[in-house]
């Protein structure tokens, strides 16, 4: 979801104009990602180095988060979307935890969609937070294997992701998903999250459909009269 204080700016707006914009997206894309067949869809909404920005700006994006969740839960719920979170909760408004624990709790049992809200999430913290985990239940370093370590992550229990997009035309990972993404096919598109339309979701995956995916194999060699 990236692009929405840029998006603003053009238009000669304050950015949380536009980081409102990117959350009226969100219901959007959900939607057609539903229809498009997706089972789970993870939205970056906040980073941990989001905490840098102005204070205004961050104040800003909590009460524009909590005043979407009591918005839009009730509809995703009626429409069989999963609500769920990954990153810390740590240091949020207690009343902000409470109503992303309710959102969570409705909808557990829905499964059209698992929509997944990354929100004070970095993939370095997560990764940080799972050895630490490891470390205190005395977990020998002998039994560590990447099995271990995902059911220690965030997203334990969530299949890797296939396919990331990246709005706003940067050409980077921006610390997300790093574990997770190991395998993931990456798509760049220089529009902002806001202008992302279900249009261009359809495209990207369609751009994705036609992709080799090798996961450090080689290509199938092709039939022997294929040549032919």
């Not at 918005?71 to 990954?86: D, F, V």
């Not at 109503?99 to 409705?106: K, M, R, T, V, Y």
Request: aromatic share 8%; charged share 25%; net charge negative.
């Amino acid at each position: 979801m990236d692009g929405n204080g840029r998006w603003a700016t053009r238009r000669g707006l304050p950015r949380l104009a536009g980081h409102q914009a990117g959350t009226e997206n969100i219901r959007r894309i959900t939607y057609k990602a539903a229809e498009l067949g997706i089972q789970y869809l993870t939205l970056w909404a906040f980073s941990t180095e989001n905490w840098r920005r102005p204070r205004e700006e961050v104040e800003g994006i909590l009460q524009i988060l909590s005043e979407a969740i009591v918005r839009e839960t009730g509809e995703l719920h009626r429409n069989g979307a999963q609500l769920r979170h990954i990153g810390s909760l740590e240091g949020l408004d207690p009343e902000l935890q409470r109503q992303i624990h309710d959102a969570i709790e409705l909808t557990k049992n829905n499964d059209r969609i698992v929509l997944t809200i990354a929100f004070n999430y970095g993939g370095r913290a997560e990764l940080v937070q799972a050895i630490r985990r490891i470390i205190a239940d005395g977990i020998p370093p002998e039994q560590v294997t990447e099995e271990l370590v995902e059911s220690y992550l965030y997203t334990a229990g969530m299949p890797e992701p296939d396919l990331i997009i990246r709005t706003s035309g940067e050409l980077r990972t921006s610390n997300f998903l790093l574990w997770q993404a190991a395998y993931a096919e990456y798509y760049f598109t220089p529009t902002l999250w806001p202008d992302f339309t279900p249009e261009e979701l359809e495209q990207a995956i369609i751009d994705y459909q036609q992709r080799e995916r090798r996961f450090g194999g080689l290509c199938a060699p092709p039939p022997a009269d294929s040549a032919r």
